[in-house]
């Protein structure tokens, strides 16, 4: 058939107005998404593989790997230092939204809580990626990454729920601050002030932004974001850590500076605390700790008498735990808040210390610390603060290794001999309500290490365990590197080199497999 030239002139005119196809990046046609792919395929190939993250459902990994001779030794091996150096041939970040060889990529930013969003930087291209519906945007262009940085800068940070983005965008040299509506898909520019803009969190309510801003404050002309001199290894691809040593920074001081996303003015100074909820924790003169609501309303929730710092914030509940600094090496604990002010029996060392913070709930009721008795000074221990009922509880046995609800899994070493000799030690798991106090249960005995968590479910000391009912839900093999919420770990490939324990990389590929052992798959059916 022939076209009418007037007919093909304005077909061509409207090709053009439309201009070229742009082809997906990430999500390519062929692409299927894993929850239809066969549980034994492959991700990564046959050369040292380090799991970095993976979506809580399995849907997507991220991973480093070795797969060129980068030292020219003719061969292909990555061995991990003290330090989390890489000794021999370099890792490479990937993406995995299927399996396979993966995506190459140049680092990652960002991960939603919900594991829906990913932010990532391909080829000094930031992009988004939205797992749910399969789009990728680009969210600038000529971006630099920091592959080189042992602390390098948040520069994306997601609200807890994930439907908030936090980033930062190169503009004429400098970055600015750019939040993000996931769902409307709108964005805005924040006004960080002046200085060089280094940094930016999103409050987990995803009700405030964070910025830390540099100016020259060493004086020499220049503003430079701090360098941090230490042993430790670049955070990209870093393999595990035994040890490392700081020495300080260099560069300019940041000072931090806040934002409230739905108006007001940018807040700075040594009085504010944290930004909480709708609101802000801030010191007043005389030492007292009061709650600013966003319509500049103050409570006072500390009292000046308590000289208090502060441990934790528990924003769902309105109050706080703090320690009064009433005394020169020890103070009281106490919970405080708009409806609570409660001694909680037992104190801290002073000066506090993050360290004496053991461990908190996914879902924020429980709170782990190591304190010192009010009655004897001698006598140090682990407890559970319930933040729901206002109890104190102290750990039975052993230390905290999971939370959910009033719920707890306790860790205990045992050593038959009663020596030393730890090849020969286990572990002891045992199962308490804190709620209730009463005494714990035993889940498991085992040599195997490692927890992984997936929604309510854990994996640990060779047991899948639901944290919400403290039942066993059966026994898991051994070699498991990630845990997804449909019952699946993530584990080598029969295919995969089996490497002896050791600094040596575990080789790859992976799959995804079912938890459970093949008789106790059987018996649950």
Not at 91 to 99: A, D, K, N, S
Request: contains cysteine; proline residues 7%.
């Amino acid at each position: 058939m022939r076209l009418h030239p007037l007919l093909f002139a304005v077909l061509l005119s409207a090709c053009a107005a439309q201009g070229p196809v742009s082809r997906p990046t990430f999500f390519t046609p062929h692409a299927a998404a894993v929850t239809s792919s066969p549980p034994s395929e492959d991700y990564g190939t046959a050369h040292p593989f380090l799991l970095l993250d993976s979506a809580p459902d399995g849907q997507w990994l991220l991973a480093c790997q070795a797969r060129e001779d980068t030292n020219g030794d003719g061969r292909i091996e990555t061995v991990f230092g003290h330090h989390g150096n890489i000794v021999g041939d370099a890792l490479r970040p990937y993406l995995f939204l299927e399996p396979g060889a993966g995506i190459r990529i140049d680092e990652v930013l960002a991960v939603a809580p919900t594991g829906r969003f990913l932010v990532l930087v391909r080829d000094s291209t930031l992009w988004l990626l939205d797992m749910e519906t399969r789009e990728e945007k680009v969210l600038a262009s000529e971006f630099m990454s920091d592959t080189t940085s042992p602390h390098p800068p948040s520069r994306a940070s997601f609200s807890r729920d994930g439907l908030r983005l936090l980033y930062l965008r190169p503009e004429a040299g400098r970055s600015v601050a750019v939040v993000r509506d996931l769902l409307q898909g709108t964005e805005r520019v924040l006004d960080a002030g002046r200085g060089l803009l280094g940094q930016a969190l999103l409050e987990p309510s995803g009700q405030w932004a964070v910025f830390d801003v540099v100016e020259d404050t060493n004086s020499d002309g220049k503003e430079s974001w701090p360098q941090a001199d230490t042993t430790l290894a670049s955070a990209t691809c870093r393999g595990p850590v035994i040890s490392s040593s700081h020495f300080g920074w260099e560069g300019d001081t940041p000072v931090r500076r806040y934002r409230r996303l739905e108006g007001g003015p940018l807040l700075q100074g040594d009085d504010i605390l944290q930004p909480m909820g709708e609101g802000v924790l801030r010191r007043a003169p005389d030492r007292s700790i009061f709650f600013e609501h966003a319509d500049g309303r103050r409570e006072i929730w500390v009292p000046s008498s308590c000289n208090g710092t502060l441990v934790f914030a528990d924003t769902a509940r309105e109050q706080v735990v703090v320690a009064c600094e009433t005394q020169p090496d020890r103070g009281p604990l106490e919970l405080h808040g708009a409806r609570v002010h409660q001694p909680l029996g037992w104190q801290t060392y002073l000066p506090f210390s993050d360290n004496y913070l053991r461990s908190s709930g996914s879902d924020g009721r429980l709170l782990s610390l190591w304190v010192v008795s009010e009655a004897a000074s001698s006598n140090e221990a682990d407890i559970v603060i319930d933040l729901e009922r206002r109890t104190v509880r102290v750990v039975p046995l052993g230390q905290v290794v999971a939370f959910l609800g009033a719920h707890a899994l306790l860790q205990e070493s045992i050593d038959p001999d009663g020596g030393c000799r730890c090849a020969q030690s286990g572990q002891r798991l045992w199962f308490w309500n804190v709620e209730t106090g009463a005494p714990p249960n035993v889940l498991s005995e085992s040599t195997d290490s490692g927890l992984f968590q997936a929604g309510d479910t854990v994996l640990v000391m060779g047991k899948r365990i639901d944290l919400r009912t403290g039942k066993v839900l059966g026994d898991a093999s051994a070699g498991a590197l990630a845990l997804d919420i449909r019952g699946r770990v993530l584990r080598p490939s029969p295919t995969a080199v089996k490497k002896e324990p050791g600094s040596s990389a575990q080789s790859g590929p992976v799959r995804w497999e079912p938890a459970l052992k093949a008789h106790e798959s059987q018996r649950t059916r």
